[in-house]
Each structure stands twice: as structure tokens, then as C-alpha cells.
């Protein structure tokens, strides 16, 4: 009986004397990164950071892309005044692969390869943001969104292994990256040229380009020796990019809102003059309301102005169709020159063509009243049908064109 509490008492004192197993130090950290899926939110990917341990043995996910969709008004205001309202949730692993299978994208997986203290210091990381008054935070597309928030947190507990070696701007522009996501919809890539600033031309750095999840999974492979791994593939084909440039997109668009004016008649002009307005209206309701750097410095404002409908006033038409061709006249020059950097010439192309009937040509007796040194706009005739005037852009073009 001595013996048996003896031996008990040792086996006692041994575990007394073992240090505590920590939760943390046994947890495996996994980044998920997600391929677009088919609505507009999710052409650029997401990610997502799960821990696996003692607490939950299937697996928590920490998704920062949460927001309320079902108000995309107020959501879509807010991004563009810089506080849209962002938080981090937190579900199980399984229900998080369910969801991306039920939305058909592929799934990759990377083990991070930390050691137990960088484990434990993410770990209680990831606690702390979904404590509530750690959840919201103001969502910026570039640079503070799901991908960045978790490239922040592993460079902070790897001590710096991303940012270091990603310093130097020389990656593409925002802009291809926009490009790359809009691939599928040539309106969304027309629309683009007309919103998106200077700012997202310029090049970036390999740390700034992270705010995609394809480019963090990149960099997690090369500077953490963490290879992705497919979870989930994708079964239905992704739908191939659009063959119609935004130079085309623009170009038909002028072309149709010239049609518009010219075979319309007043009403005709009012309405593509009027749309031209309107498209203006845009960016410079951006450059006063938004507060996003991408937004306010915006280049296609030289182009487009919200005061194309004063070629509908005749005391003003003549002055101000001059002062609207000098003004593009020196957008293209500035582009020639390289001192404007966005794509502008599709927009200079929609703003030049409707604006040409608007502008006074006169009718047969003003030609006969004409004085010599006089400036008259060529116009096409009136009533030249839609066949008539293809016929005319055919002759004038050989005629100039030469054999």
C-alpha cells in the first residue's frame, strides 16, 4: 500500500514539474486565399486566416472581408468617404469551405511555418481583433482591406520577412491590377478610365501590390517557404475576358451619341449632350465628395466637363465649342508629351464627336451670307440617313486617305 501512494506521488511531482502545455505554441496557422468568384465584390479574390488547436480542433476562421451587403447604398457611400464600415468575423473552418464551394471558387491553403512564439504572439493577435471594440475598421480597396489586414499581422510576428524585400516600386500600376479584375466586363473597364485617378498609375511596391490575395499566396510561397496547396477547385470555366477595348467602347459610344444628335434633331442633341453631362457629373462629384486619393486626383477631369450643355444655348455655342476643342486639344498634347499619364484618348474621342451638331454650321442661307476669313463647322446634312452617312465617312476618308 506504501508503495502504490509512493509511486502516485512521484508521477505527481513529475507533471508538477512539466511546464504547462500552451495552446498557441500547439496551434497550426493556415492562410486560405480564394480565387473571383462570379459577383462583382469578389473579382478580386478574398482571404482568410484560420488556427487549428486545442480549441477548436476543425479549425476558426478570422474573415476581415465582412460587411453589410444588403444595403449596398449606404455601403458604397461610405467606402467612397473613406469609413466604410468593415469588421471581422469569425467562423469555423468547415462552414467557411462551404461557403466557397457553394460560391464555386478554388480555394488554396498555406501552412505557415512560425515558430511557437511568432504562433502564440498571432494567435493572441487574432483574439484581440474580435474582441468588439477591435472588430470595425474603415475599409480602403488599396490599402486596408481582408488580404492587407493579414499580410500586416504576419509581417508584424515574422518581424518584417514581407516588407522588407518588397520596398522598391517596381510593379505594375493599380490600374492593370483593376484591369486584371474587370477583365470579364468591358463596361466596368470603360467606367474605370473615367473614375480611377492619377494615383493608380503610378508603380507600386511588391508590398502594396499584397492588397490581392493571389499576390500575398505569391509571397507567403517565396519569403515563408509556405507552398499553396489547391483545397477546392473551381468546376465551372471562369468567363473569358472581354475582346472590346475601352478605346472601341468609348469610340461607339461617341459614335452613337452623334448619330443621336444628328439624326434627332433637337431633341436628339438635348439627350447627347445631356448624357455627356451626366458622365461628367461623375468624377466631379467624386472630386468633392469622395476622400479616397484614387478618386479626387482624377486626370478625366480635363475631359470630361459638366458644362457641355451650353452648346445647346446658341449665344453661347460658338465661344464655348473653341474653348472646349482648346481644351482638348491640349489634353492630347499633354499626352503626347507624357505629362498626362491616365488612358484618355477613348474619352477625348466620346466628348469630340456628339458635340459637332450642336455646333452652329448654319443652313443653306447662312452659307450664302458667309464672308470671306469666316469660320464654319463642317456639319452633316440634316437628314442624311444611316446608310447616307456611313457612305460619307466612306468618301471623306478616301478622299483624304489618298491611294
Known sequence: MRKRWCFWLVMLAMLGLMPPRSA???AQIDVYTMGPGDEL??????????VTDEESPVGRCYNYGTADFSTPGPLTWGVLRGHGQFWVSVVSQPRMMAIYHFEDRTVYRQGLPLSPSQTAALVSALHK???????????????????????????????????????????????????DGFATSPVLLALQQAVLGRRVDAPITGWDSMFLPEVLRAELHSHLHAPPEVVYSRAAPLPPPSTVSPLVLWL???????????????????????ALTLLAMVPWSLLLL??????????????????????????????YGRIRLGG???????????????????????VALPPVPAVPGGKAGQHDR????????VLLPERLELVELFLFFEIEMRGHGGA
Not at 518584417?160 to 483593376?178: E, T
Open 41 to 50: 465584390f469578389s473579382r478580386f479574390g478574398h482571404a482568410a486566416i484560420c
Open 328 to 350: 482638348l486639344l491640349l489634353v492630347m498634347l499633354g499626352k503626347l508629351l507624357g505629362v498626362l499619364v491616365q488612358p484618355l484618348w477613348g474619352l477625348c474621342g466620346l
Open 252 to 274: 461607339g459610344a461617341g459614335l452613337g451619341l452623334l448619330l443621336l444628335a444628328q439624326l434627332g434633331g433637337r431633341p436628339g442633341q438635348v439627350v447627347s449632350l445631356g
Open 290 to 319: 469622395a476622400k479616397l486619393p484614387e478618386l479626387r486626383i482624377n486626370e478625366a477631369l480635363l475631359v470630361l466637363w459638366p458644362t457641355d450643355w451650353l452648346l445647346l444655348v446658341p449665344k453661347a455655342q460658338r465661344i
Open 24 to 26: 498557441a505554441a500547439a
Open 370 to 377: 458667309q464672308r470671306p476669313g469666316d469660320e464654319v463647322a
Open 129 to 179: 481583433a474580435d474582441r468588439p471594440e477591435q472588430t470595425l475598421y474603415n475599409y480602403r480597396h488599396f490599402d486596408d482591406n481582408c488580404t492587407t489586414r493579414i499580410r500586416d499581422l504576419i509581417d508584424e510576428v515574422t518581424g518584417g520577412l514581407l516588407r522588407r524585400p518588397n520596398q522598391i516600386a517596381d510593379q505594375p500600376p493599380l490600374r492593370s491590377r483593376v484591369v
